[in-house]
Every structure is written in C-alpha cells, then in structure tokens.
C-alpha cells in the first residue's frame, strides 16, 4: 500500500528562519511526487512535480528536492506570507491520476 | 471559467438526508476528481472522470456515495442517507489529459448534525 509521511506535523519559524519540510513515502514505482500549499478554507495550490531521485525544483523562497525514499521541502527566509499547510503527495507507477497524500505540514512564520 | 468552482461552500443537513455537491471544472479539462479531507487526514481520493471513459469509483467509501459527470463538464458528488462521518471538505479537481498538476476547488465543508 502506498503511504505518505510528513513531518513535523507543524513548525513554527521566525520571519528569516530557513528550514525544511520532510515528505518519506513508500509507493510501487513512483511516477511523480508533487508539493501543494494549501491556505485556510481553500483548496491546495500546486507548486512542484518531481519525477526522478536527485531532481530539484525552485519557486521564489520555496526548493523541492528529492530521493529514492523522501523529499524535502526548503524553505529560505520565509516570510509571514509563506504561513500555510504544505502538503506532499505521490502518483504511482501504476496510475496516471491517483495520488496519495499525506497529512501535511502546517507552518506558521511569525513577524 | 477561471478556475475550479464548487458549491455550496458550506452545507449543514441533518443525519439521515440526502446531500448534492456540485463541481464546475476549468473549461477544456478533461479530467475531474472528486476527493475528501477529513479533519487531521490526508487527502482521500474517491472518484475520477476522464472523457468518456468509465469512472474509476474505487474510492467511494460506500454505496451511499454516487457521482455523475453530465456532457463532460459539470460533475454532481451525491450522498444519500448521510452520516456524521461523512463530516469533511468535499475538493474537486480538474486537469487536461497527461497532466500531472490537479488544479483544485476550494471545496465544500459538509456538516452532518
């Protein structure tokens, strides 16, 4: 069975404060592993696709990497702006349009 | 339209009722997912249209759920006899075919009391 794991479940940074976001999955042959940042009472924005282990992928303060087993998702000098739930999700090999989501990740950037 | 519209964006109904969710996907997507997300879980998926092909049902949680895609355009999720566990944000989801990026609705919270 194909399974998402996000950590931390929340992560409070100051403004400035660079960290990462972790995403580990298990899945039958990966197709790709998308980012999406999801805001209050609104649906999930996308950001990034990852298809292969090494790619990376940058947007503003935001760069997407990933692994044969995990992705990262950086973070470098957030803003309060970038405060969201951030949620990773897999496509497996056997699908062109499942993905399996984790729980995400809820940040809060403080001023 | 511009983007994915789904209404209502809030519904409260009583235990036992029927419920339509409607989904108005980006015009010239071909695709259309319908997904849940209970409180503190991931996003479960639940059914996808693409074209004319038959739907893959193989999320729907019961036979209560049921979903319809009229002229491959607007789709209706259909809850009969809901339950409180049916409490949750109903997302839909389009894309054009062999697209990996779902742009999403922003959804309907459905209260079951």
């Known amino acids: 069975e194909d399974q998402v794991t996000q950590s931390p479940e929340a992560l409070r940074l100051q403004e400035g404060e660079s960290s990462s976001l972790n995403c580990s999955y298990t899945?039958?042959?990966?197709?790709?592993l998308f980012w999406y940042r999801q805001d209050p009472g609104k649906g999930p924005e996308f950001l990034f696709t990852?298809?292969?282990a090494g790619e990376e992928k940058e947007k503003e303060r935001l760069k997407a990497t990933l692994t044969k087993k995990e992705s990262f998702l950086h973070i470098t000098a957030p803003k309060p702006e970038d405060s969201a739930t951030y949620l990773c999700?897999?496509?497996?090999?056997?699908?062109?349009?499942?993905?399996?989501f984790g729980k995400g990740t809820l940040l809060t950037v403080n001023p | 339209g511009a983007g994915v519209s789904q209404s209502p964006s809030n519904k409260v109904t009583e235990k036992g009722k029927d419920v339509e969710l409607r989904c108005d996907p980006i015009?010239?997507?071909?695709?259309l997912y319908w997904y849940r997300q209970s409180l503190g879980q991931g996003l479960e998926f639940l059914i996808y249209f693409q074209g004319n092909s038959a739907p893959d049902k193989s999320g729907l949680p019961s036979d209560r759920f049921s979903a319809e895609r009229t002229g491959g355009s607007v789709s209706t999720l259909t809850i009969q006899r809901t339950q409180q566990e049916d409490s949750a944000v109903y997302l839909c989801?389009?894309?054009?075919?062999?697209?990996?990026?779902?742009?999403f609705g922003s959804g309907t919270r459905l209260t079951v009391v």
């Open positions: 990852l298809y292969s």
């Open positions: 999700a897999v496509q497996p090999g056997g699908s062109n349009y499942k993905l399996t």
């Open positions: 989801a389009s894309s054009q075919e062999g697209s990996y990026g779902y742009t």
């Open positions: 899945v039958s042959g990966l197709r790709g």
């Open positions: 015009s010239g997507h071909t695709a």
